[in-house]
């Protein structure tokens, strides 16, 4: 402890003045000004993110921060979501949690992103964390409903448990028994992503029924439509609510006792779930559509112009997540009806599909941009762009955080002039100057990495496919984007060079993907040699590395920060590029 | 100047696809992960190279970026996977801090399903004899049949086990034993 005098401040008022910043950033600025900041932050620190699991170890997180309250931690790569990472390739929770349920008794809040979570893991948080509040597995995998039954059966403050896109396996409905009848504090659930068959319908009544916060609610598909009336009328509070299948044969006692029960929704702002929605059931929302600034209807196979016709009776709505039935033309009315509209998703309905089967193009996109001046977020999947458009976008919106533009087949060119994009992307790069999130499609070269290294200085994360000619375009990007945190690359014919002449950059940054690029072997291992605070992982399900030549292009790369060293719990197919590889093979 | 041959032939005009003459990239699907369009050429539970058969192009890996739960929703058929052909179960192993899936349809009885489980999780299983179960090591593979109850992998003919079988786990020690001596 600093000695003190009559100019320093007593170590309770520095605390104090510390529980005011809430920011992760700000607090680790804060700790690097001197040593007894340095302790005093830490510990008080009370909630902490861990943005990749393997960059430090938990044993380093609980040495430095004695008293955390809340976690979040994240394990596989972004491009996981889309089969890329193999099973068995990591992301184990379990380290974590043991450690953690000696060190963390009072912990409230844990939040989990694409890691495995097995049923143990479950079973030692419920025994452990006694006053868990939130539960948040999102992307996660690994587990089946018997651990969420220990922690029904254990967390008697339990607020909130969101499964969002995980993938359990449902062994019985009845976890939800498990909640005591005692157990009222629920606020939010979301079981969305269950499939069972069988979730015990009776049970989720009685649980909604005395649970009177009950704020947030997501069904899974397998709850009826017919039901819904009855659960709606428990939980008339809700906020936030997600149907299950939004399918039945139209009858007019479901119909009415569904429009009556969200007329008494009086707080309802966000609408989702619309599985295998039918058109005619649609018109029972209306009554809540007006309030709505959340919709989220990319489940729903329903077509113009039943769904421009919900659309257009939404003039609030901030967030809009959709299928392309909406076409340009729904888009078209989207833009003219609803001006706070923020977040706009348009997925496809057919990706595999080699043609349309829905008139949606660049011009639907154009229009949104034009219509809505708070347009900040932006998913949107076609199948035809051209660099005018991207211009003319770019220049609508320059306050896009993110854009995210997929073209279903891949390095499509402008379909009007049948140049690469480079001059699209260029503009939005360009007029954007707060991208925070860029993914790239269509025919690009190396041009549009060098606008992107130029202009893109904000940008954090950017994901990349069949684009570019040479390594110049991966040294635009790593030389050039000042704020990038994670770079993700798949199919790209490049590689050596650029990661060898910017290796330091990596350390800048939280983590690099490449695969199906031109990063050989002699290059990978180099890196190891030359960084040790990088990991440099190997991934190729075909055999070891050391049975090719050193110029053969690794299958995947994944490079990423550590400060624990190489992991132990790799699978068989991952190999580690550090130190000691490169020297025995040598 | 090698760049400007690339960026020729990157820009090329074609009445062809744009990305067909670069190889597509196709893993060697040990990924259980497997999307429903798979159904659509026919052949499930084979991995490794699609030809390019013409006229439709050859799936890639990762592309385009949907997530697997998004493009399962379009499939009219139930959800479960099933319906693909594929008999799927979840495989753990005790002690093992993962999970496993494997498609059963794939295997054409027991001694090539046990030489799987092996080389998955690294172990070795004892000899199997109908009166004592698996006696050499101190695994045992047991499943979960469609009642809910615990048995061991091999006391049933090849076909009843694969319809009725839900999950696997791989039991170590004592509470294996306890398994093998109940008999049928």
Redesign the interface.
Known sequence: MQKKTAYSFPDEILEHVFSFIQSGKDRNAASVVCKSWYEIERWCRRKIFVGNCYAVSPTMVIRRFPDIRSIELKGKPHFADFNLVPDGWGGYVLPWISEMAGAYPWLEEIRLKRMVVTDESLELVAKSFTNLQVLVLFSCEGFSTDGLAAIAASCKNLTELDLRDSEVDDLSGHWLNHFPDTYTSLVSLNISCLGSDDVSFSALERLVGRCPNLRRLLLNREVPLDKIANLLSRAPQLIEFGTGTYAAELRSDVYSNLAEAFCNCKDLKCLSGFWDAVPAYLPVIYSVCSRLTSLNLSYAPIQNPDLTKLVSQCPSLQRMWVLDYIEDSGLEVLASSCKDLQELRVFPSDPFGEEPNVSLTEKGLVAVSSGCPKLHSVLYFCRQMSNEALVTIAQNCPNFTRFRLCLLDPKIADYRTLQPLDVGFGAIVEHCKDLRRLSLSGLLTDRVFEYIGMHAKKLEMLSVAFAGESDLALHHVLSGCESLRKLEIMNCPFGDKALLANAAKLETMRSLWMSSCSVSLGACKMLGQKMPRLNIEVMDEKGPPDSRAESDPVDKLYIYRSVAGPRFDMPPFVWTMDEDFASELS | M??SV??EK??E?RLG???ID?PA?L??V????R?L?DE?SGENGKSGQNERAPP??A?????????????N??QQAK??ESECGGIYV?VSMDGA?????IDLKVYKGYPELLQVLENMFKFTIGEYSEREGYKGSDYEPTYEDKDGDWMLVGDVPWEMFITSCK?LRIMKGSEARGLSCSGV
């Open positions: 090698e760049n690339a960026y990157a820009t005009l696809l744009p990305g670069e990239v893993s060697s040990k990924n259980n992960k999307p369009h659509k439709s192009k799936q890639i890996v990762g592309w385009p970026p949907v997530q697997s739960y998004r493009k929703n379009f959800k479960s979840k801090p993962y999970l496993r899936k999950r």
